[in-house]
């Protein structure tokens, strides 16, 4: 049930369900419809999900809606990189819904009918992958339990390329358990009716007997009948005639179907189809116990002779084939989220009490852009953080030291100063120099103007500038000491009446000190 519709995008706008907006088919059914579908969950929170609507003529017919049931139920209990899982089912204004994830690939009877339109052979290798996605994905089925380790039994009973999709990234899934039997199954097919395709069913279940998980072995034999062969099993037969041939075993064997083509194929090729022909033999066989007893089985036997191309070459592979049908889907993925993002009645969240979405009823304020660093720009804002870092680890030592040496410069000057002074005048008071202050990070430079004197020189008439240092950066800065009582040492009379007469005023001693440039120089009769 992977047929695409013919309609191109509709311009109908969504339909809510609950928490789940439709939107227009992407695939017809003779059961149900398929839509691409987005979960619309809080604070913004959407994603895209696949949607199997069961038609409305059957809604209220209860076979119908308790096959929708068990396939919910089934598919819910296989968790499988190879099976497309279910994740809910809506029963919503007499509507029944069942929620898919969403796999954007191309269904393998689509690659298939592609690649003959194209004349183009299917890989033997990437045959090889997907069988075995198929019957990695059957065993995984045929394996699953209920929660108290049970058995379920599911059998799959519609093994076919329409239910096979095989995603951009290479991955075959399995999907559609819709006419899957299980323990668990309360439907239960009507006497003398059968379901499925009639091109992949095993003889059994064409004589309407009891049909067991070698049923699905034998169907994807066929599949890989076909994949290898390049053509349908049943191609040029009427319908009687293909069910009287493979009631009675007559499947040609792959070597014999493929001799009119074989100069066509490369030997590489040709050697692994006839290592691959008793093992696809061997699964179309009429009785099912000659089949292989499980899917693994038969995927460990194909492995064991073929190697299977890598997901990233069946990638390509898909790319190439089904480059018209991803291209269609595209656009209508495009226009479906065009639409419901234009659409006035845009659903915003689940309501409060469950009973569906709630359309927003009022615009939302705008939101203040917000400025992003990008990876390369964050990466160098932190490499200028640590180097700068570094730099001021390494200055640190350098400014103490410089410090160091000034005040040691500035206490030589004083002391040569008093000398010259001893010779030339009375001797000065002696007096304690205040030790330089504890570095400061924070206290600005003094920028007092030196005041007039006559032995002064003239400090420079150029503007002081002051550069910016990084703020991080401790910075080691003299400041004058603050005024404290001093009493002067005991000299003579003599050496008293001199200092008294020599002593500078007040004055001249705020500050004590002046510049040259940048440099502060400490007013010796100030000290």
Known sequence: MNEPSKVGPLPTPPEAFGRYVLYPPIAHGGMATVHTARLIGAEGFSRLVAAKRLHPQFTDEPDFVQMFHDEAQIASRIHHPNVVPVLDVVRAGGEVILVQEYVHGVPLNHLFRAALAMGVRVRV?????????????????????????????????????????????GVPRLLDFGIAKARTSAHVTREGFFKGKIAYMSPEQLRMETVTRTADVYATGVLAWELVVHRRVHAGQRDVEFLSTVVSGGLARLTAALEQSRSMIPDDEWEAIVRLEPIVARALSNDPVERYPTALAMMNAILEVCAPATAAEVAAWVQT??????????????????????????????????????????????????SILSAAQADEL??????????????????????????????????????????????????????????????????????????????????QVTRP??????VVRWVAPPPRAHTPPATTSSSSASASASAPSKSDCNPPFYFEGTKKIFKPSCL
């Open 125 to 169: 290798d990437v045959a090889v992958a997907v069988i075995a996605g198929v019957l990695a994905g059957l065993h995984a089925a045929h394996e699953a339990r209920d929660d108290a380790g049970v058995p379920l039994n599911i059998v799959h009973r519609d093994v076919s390329p329409q239910n096979v999709i095989v995603s951009v990234d």
């Open 321 to 370: 084939v089904g480059t018209d049908f991803l291209e269609r889907r595209q656009q209508v993925l495009a226009s479906n989220e065009e639409s419901w993002r234009s659409s006035t009645n845009i659903p915003v969240a689940p309501s409060a009490d469950g009973s569906g979405v709630k359309a927003s009823s009022s615009p939302r304020a705008p939101e203040p852009p917000i």
């Open 382 to 463: 932190v490499t200028g953080l640590l180097a700068a870092r570094e730099e001021r680890s390494r200055k640190l030592p350098w400014i103490v030291s410089g410090g160091l040496l000034l005040a040691v410069g500035v206490l030589l000057g004083i002391v040569l100063t008093r000398g010259e002074q001893s010779v030339k005048a009375a001797p000065i008071p002696t007096t304690t120099v205040a030790p330089p202050p504890a570095v400061s990070s924070t206290a600005p430079f003094a920028s007092a103007e030196p005041p007039p004197a006559a032995s002064a020189p003239e400090p420079p008439s150029a503007p």
């Open 469 to 474: 240092l990084p703020p991080p950066a401790p």
